[in-house]
Nanobody, 115 residues
Framework: QVQLVESGGGLVQAGGSLRLSCAAS????????MAWYRQAPGKQREFVAA???????KYEDAVKGRFTISRDGAKNSVFLQMNNLKPEDTGVYLC?????????WGQGTQVTVSS
């Protein structure tokens, strides 16, 4: 069935960059809006960024100015460019999308930022 799959996580030093990708399948599955959340062990899942129809974006204050969310023309993929990463950005990053009134989640990709 429909699913979201993240990739691009990894280990970086503080100040480094990563680009996360989230692919939706099958191709007719085009969620709107799409968003990124993150979760650290023992903590609640928190909102990071979202992108809406027309390109409008929204960011959590903690990442504003450092992260950029975007999506492809077919709206089947969403990306998160993360620059100037900080140790506090460490966590599992999950892709989120809404399609036909239903909310979908990916399984997550690990991002670890060392000091």
């Amino acid at each position: 069935q429909v699913q979201l799959v993240e990739s691009g996580g990894g280990l970086v030093q503080a100040g480094g960059s990563l680009r996360l990708s989230c692919a939706a399948s099958p191709r007719i599955f085009s969620p709107n809006p799409m968003a990124w959340y993150r979760q650290a062990p023992g903590k609640q899942r928190e909102f990071v960024a979202a992108i809406y129809a027309g390109g409008t974006t929204k960011y959590e204050d903690a990442v504003k100015g450092r992260f950029t969310i975007s999506r492809d023309g077919a709206k089947n993929s969403v990306f998160l460019q993360m620059n100037n990463l900080k140790p506090e950005d460490t966590g599992v990053y999950l892709c989120n999308g809404i399609w036909r009134g239903q909310t979908y989640w990916g399984q997550g990709t690990q991002v670890t930022v060392s000091s």
